[in-house]
């Protein structure tokens, strides 16, 4: 009961202890222009105030001048009278003669050379430079020869040099084509003595056999029938990578031993 008392007499004080008013907002006053109104023109700025100049230093006060006090003037010396001129004059010092300028003495022109020794010593000269030019160009010439005696020489070194390594290089090409076909040969049992077969091969770029041709015979046909088989079992035929060697292996002649 206490505490429906205490909520009761809550909500009486919030009801009538509280005013509740509601004011509408105020309304606007709203003008209305035709035109705009003419700006007024703002004063001019006013001018400077001109600046005074600065006063003068006042002059410093210069001290009077000191006044000296005059000295009194030395008695007047009386003058000594002249001396006495002697009776005999003395005489006058004779002047010294003045020095006789001498004249420069002229050199005698040397007579020219004979025109003929000024020919001669043009000559001479002319011969001397000669030989000087010949000489010269006697030794940048033997120079010159020697220069490409020189090239010469290297270049048939080289030349020499690379036609042995394209020889050792063929050689060994054909030494391994030989060594492909005798590996591939089945050799006839019990041949007497040793036979050779020899054959003319015609291959194309790349080792393939394009024909064989038998040019002599062993003696047996049983072994030339042998190689001839091996050199087709044996394609593609080892060559050089060089493209320029292979003219040398177009038409390879091949030798084949029974024994070796």
């Given at each position: 009961m206490l505490a429906v008392l205490v909520h009761i007499a809550f909500f009486?004080?919030?009801?009538?202890g509280l005013s509740w008013k509601i004011s509408p907002p105020e309304g606007m006053m709203v003008e209305l222009w035709d035109s705009l109104p003419q700006p007024v023109p703002s004063a001019p700025p006013a001018p400077p105030k001109p600046i005074a100049p600065p006063e003068p230093a006042p002059k410093p006060v210069e001290p009077p001048p000191e006044v000296k006090e005059a000295k009194p003037l030395p008695p007047a010396q009386e003058t000594p009278p002249p001396?006495?001129?002697?009776?005999?004059a003395i005489k006058e010092k004779p002047e010294k003669p003045k020095p006789v300028e001498k004249k420069p003495v002229e050199k005698k022109l040397q007579p020219p050379k004979d025109l003929k020794e000024l020919i001669e010593d043009s000559e001479r000269k002319e011969r001397k430079e000669l030989k000087e030019r010949e000489q010269k160009a006697r030794v940048a010439a033997e120079m010159e020869q020697v220069r490409r005696d020189q090239e010469a020489k290297d270049k048939l070194q080289a030349q020499a040099a690379a036609r042995s390594r394209l020889a050792n290089e063929i050689d060994e090409y054909k030494a391994r084509i030989l060594a492909r076909i005798k590996r591939n040969i089945v050799m006839p049992p019990d041949l007497p003595g040793n036979p050779v077969a020899e054959f003319d091969v015609t291959l194309l770029p790349g080792g393939d056999v394009l024909d064989v041709k038998l040019r002599r015979s062993s003696g047996f046909a049983a072994f030339d029938t042998a190689v001839e088989r091996a050199?087709?079992?044996s394609k593609p035929l080892p060559l050089p990578p060089d493209p320029a060697l292979f003219p040398q292996f177009r038409n390879l002649s091949i030798k084949v031993h029974y024994l070796e």
């Open positions: 009486a004080f919030m009801i009538f001396p006495p001129k002697p009776d005999i050199i087709y079992l």
